[in-house]
């Protein structure tokens, strides 16, 4: 199973805190990062945060949600290392992992309702990388 973390901003913090529980009930190691208050903050904070936890190894996969899943995606994808890709359907969610091998998912909570950013995170965990072709581009984007 990997190690997970999750962050998010104040726009995301319901849902953030019921894909931990989704997650905790499939078994997982789920390290959530935070915020914990509906307090206005800063998504790059958070989606920086999160990035060097999977960029440094101490999470195998980062799950990270905003309001549109948009601008903490690009914060993430500043850390080098990190492929974040923003998913609004199961079909992109489990192609970022077989196809680009991402190790972060973006989600926008103001965009999915709950059930389907449970299939989302879904696909995008019980999706694997191909490698072969797709490994040529990865390490091009690297
Ligand atoms: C916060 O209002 C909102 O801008 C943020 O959650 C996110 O959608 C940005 O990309």
Known sequence: ???IV???DHAAIDL???IAAHLKTQGHEVTDIGPTTSESTHYP???KAAAEQVAVGKADLGIILCGTGQGIMMAANKVPGI???VCSDTFCARMIREHNNANMLAIG???VG???AFDIVDAFLNAEFEGGRH???VDMIE
């Open 1 to 3: 199973m990997p190690r």
């Open 114 to 116: 709950e059930g389907l």
């Open 135 to 137: 490994a040529t581009r």
């Open 16 to 18: 953030r805190q019921a």
């Open 83 to 85: 492929r974040c890709g």
């Open 109 to 111: 909570a103001r965009v």
């Open 45 to 47: 904070i958070h989606g």
């Open 6 to 8: 999750l962050s998010s």
